[in-house]
């Protein structure tokens, strides 16, 4: 469509907006949209705005406005300190109120639009059904000055809220309720973030919106399938303030054009504000960027890289079709990017000491090995090795099931990069739960080697010295919801009914090897075996690591 509109010299900048609502903060079906708003534009050397659609006064604030404009910073910036994507492009559409107005005045001159004094459950039944056309109001014929009159007073603040709104004359019998003369403005007495009480009358979305798009010269306004049904709307309203002079791109017979894409649906999780809201608000998550919160800010802090989340918006695709997306195809997305950029580490979880009683007294050696498989580049860390080191619990068990590799009583079992060790002995306390394993090392077995005669040991461990292990918190999330849809099989439809009481388990005494003991918040890496992590941006500090997995190193979700 942009191709053929720029062949056709229809347009020769492409300008995209991206325009939500400071009603709360983003979530990734948002990613999906300034994904394709900034992507389109970069593609076909074109400019996109940042529009705030600010035009209800009675759910907005200015927290929303910041966590959006460092959102959209990070996710097409690479870095909530990036320079603005938008190239100074700001916009709110509480600067068009005057626009809006005089919009209005001159679809009432032209008597495309009428102040209508019925109720809102009147205007309701008057407006039909799918199947039955809607009544004409009494007041539709109005003259126009007098609806001129009652509009003026309106803006002077005259009347209280829901005495009076502007209408604009479709048609009451058009198939699509739409265009039954939907309402254009309303009395809305509150405050408002920008213009403070300069304004009680305030435009509806559908007025607006279209617009704003043609005040700031947006040539493809792409939003979401629910606003098909309002494109004739759209296009009326653009077509009627073709001859008011009072919006350039209209004047030339060059309005925007709005084209429809579907919504990104996630599983397992929910995407709407009015949702998120609920989860912030009854403290089922803690706060709004809570790691297991689809909002970007939520993304972001779980561990979530910018290139992750645009790899993942560019293979879910733009379409028309309905779309429910597993949470694993985001996954995968986090592994494929961290795979090669995070560097790796030894992080025991939930530690058990392991003693080797044949190692020398108070000796310590040191391993030196690569921080990344593949990127040399990378460099290399040193990793002291001792005779008491913590193992993951996990990797002992008493009564192994059959294929069981990892360490048994009396088995063996190769501590990577160092030694092969036998357990000899099983410690526990008085609970009967083990507190340590007691080994012995097979000095012959260094770095990888199998001596001759002996048979090869199929597990491999990590683990890291208890001298030098630096104690830290590690955070692990699982999904926030136990059903793919949460609240649809519930009769009232509740989707907190679905939450997951275990989407997060705090291990506080967690170790990780004394390499990344002064690490900043923020960094990434892989845990060999336990997953990818990333120092927690808001608890995490050099001293006291507060560590949350982003995600496990395979899909083991599978079902
Ligand atoms: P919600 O329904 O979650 O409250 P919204 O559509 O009201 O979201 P806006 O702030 O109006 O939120 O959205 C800004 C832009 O993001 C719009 O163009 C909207 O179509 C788009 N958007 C919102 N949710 C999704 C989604 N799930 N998938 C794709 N685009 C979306
Ligand atoms: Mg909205
Ligand atoms: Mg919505």
Request: net charge negative.
């Amino acid at each position: 469509m942009i191709e053929r509109d720029l062949a056709e010299k229809k347009h020769s900048l492409v300008r995209t907006r991206f325009p939500p609502e400071p009603n709360g903060y983003l979530h990734i079906g948002h990613a999906k949209s300034i994904c394709l708003n900034f992507g389109v534009a970069k593609e076909y050397g074109g400019r996109t705005n940042m529009r705030f659609d600010d035009t209800n006064p009675v759910k907005e604030d200015e927290e929303y406005v910041r966590s959006i404009l460092k959102d959209v910073r990070w996710l097409v910036g690479g870095s909530v300190d990036s320079a603005d994507p938008w190239d100074g492009n700001t916009r709110y559409a509480s600067d068009y109120f005057e626009t809006f107005y005089e919009a209005a005045i001159h679809l009432i001159k032209k008597g495309k639009a009428y102040v209508e004094e019925l109720t809102a459950e009147e205007i309701r039944q008057y407006r039909g059904t799918l199947t039955e056309p809607g009544k004409e109001s009494p007041f539709r014929n109005r003259p126009v000055e007098e609806s001129l009159d009652l509009f003026t007073r309106m803006r002077n603040g005259e009347f209280e809220d829901g005495k009076y709104v502007v209408r604009a004359k479709i048609d009451m019998a058009s198939p699509n309720i739409n265009m039954r003369d939907p309402t254009l403005y309303r009395i809305r007495k509150a405050t408002h973030v920008m213009t403070g009480d300069k304004w009680c009358i305030y435009p509806m979305y559908d007025f607006a919106h279209c617009i704003s798009d043609a005040v700031e010269g947006i040539t493809h306004s792409l939003c979401t399938l629910e606003f098909e049904d309002h494109r004739p709307l759209y296009d009326w309203v653009l077509d009627e303030l073709r001859d008011s002079g009072l919006i350039e791109c209209l004047s030339k017979g060059v309005p925007p054009q709005q084209t429809e894409f579907s919504r990104l649906n996630l599983q397992y999780t929910v995407l709407s504000k009015r949702k998120l809201i609920q989860l912030v608000e009854g403290k089922h998550v803690h706060g709004w960027s809570d790691p297991r919160m689809p909002t970007i800010s939520g993304i972001r802090r779980r561990g979530y890289t910018p290139e992750a989340l645009r790899l993942f918006c560019e293979r879910i695709g733009i379409s028309k079709a309905d779309n429910n997306i597993d949470m694993s195809v985001l996954e995968d997305c986090a592994r494929e990017v961290l795979e090669d950029d995070a560097p790796r580490v030894f992080g025991v979880l939930d530690p058990v000491k392991l003693t080797i009683t044949n190692w020398p007294e108070g000796k310590v050696e040191m391993f030196e090995v690569d921080s990344h498989p593949k990127r040399p580049e990378l460099g290399i860390r040193q990793l002291p090795f001792s005779g008491s080191l913590y193992i993951e619990r996990e990797d002992f068990n008493e009564n192994p099931p059959k294929g069981y590799f990892r360490l048994t009583p009396g088995g063996d079992v190769r501590l990577r990069f160092a030694y092969v060790v036998t357990c000899n002995e099983v410690v526990k306390d008085k609970e009967g739960k083990v507190v340590e394993l007691r080994c012995t090392y097979n000095p012959d077995t260094r770095a990888g080697a199998t001596p001759e005669g002996m048979k090869k040991v199929k597990g491999i461990i990590h683990w890291v010295s208890q001298e030098s292990a630096i104690p830290c918190e590690v955070r692990v999330y699982d999904r926030l919801f136990n059903a793919a849809a949460p609240g649809k099989e519930h009769e009232d439809g509740d989707f907190l009914k679905d939450l997951n009481p275990d989407s997060l388990k705090i291990m506080k005494g967690a170790f990780v090897e004394p390499s990344v003991k002064d690490c900043e918040a923020g960094k990434h890496f892989q845990f060999e075996r336990m997953g990818y992590f990333v120092t927690d941006t808001e608890d995490s500090k050099p001293g006291s690591l507060v560590f949350n997995r982003v995600v496990t190193l395979r899909d083991n979700w599978a079902s």
